[in-house]
């Protein structure tokens, strides 16, 4: 059975970091993309950053872009988010996902062409 289970969330001020864990079970991924999204109250669930991990290759919403690295540790079969600089408009619950395609080209940062998800944890930034 495929588990994803994110860790690190929790409460943190304006200009503050945070990292975020994503412990994946059950299979290997190190052939697929790995991707962070997250979902504000009231908003649609967005795409923020994905890796692969074979290779590295990593991509970004602009909205994160130079604040958020995405990384991954294929032998720890685990994905982390360092988030610097945050922002109450990062506010959010942060979900892992793992891409259903392990052949597909590039990145995709729609919702549907993730299989497996985590339950998410909070993030809450406070000005």
């Known amino acids: 059975q495929v588990q994803l289970v994110e860790s690190g969330g929790g409460a943190a001020q304006n200009g503050d970091s945070l990292t975020l864990s994503c412990a994946a079970s059950g299979r290997t991924f190190s052939n697929y993309v790995m991707g962070w999204f997250r979902q504000a109250p009231a908003k649609e669930r967005e795409f923020v950053a994905a890796?692969?991990?074979?290779?590295?290759?990593?991509y970004y919403a602009d909205s994160v872009k130079g604040r958020f690295t995405v990384s991954g540790d294929n032998f720890k079969n685990t994905v982390y988010l360092q988030m610097n600089s945050l922002q109450p408009a990062d506010t959010a619950v942060y979900y892992c996902?793992?891409?259903?395609?392990?052949?597909?080209?590039?990145?995709?940062?729609?919702?549907?062409?993730?299989?497996?998800w985590g339950q998410g944890t909070q993030v809450t930034v406070s000005s």
């Open positions: 996902a793992a891409d259903r395609n392990p052949w597909r080209a590039g990145f995709s940062t729609a919702r549907r062409d993730y299989e497996y």
């Open positions: 890796i692969r991990l074979n290779g590295g290759n990593r």
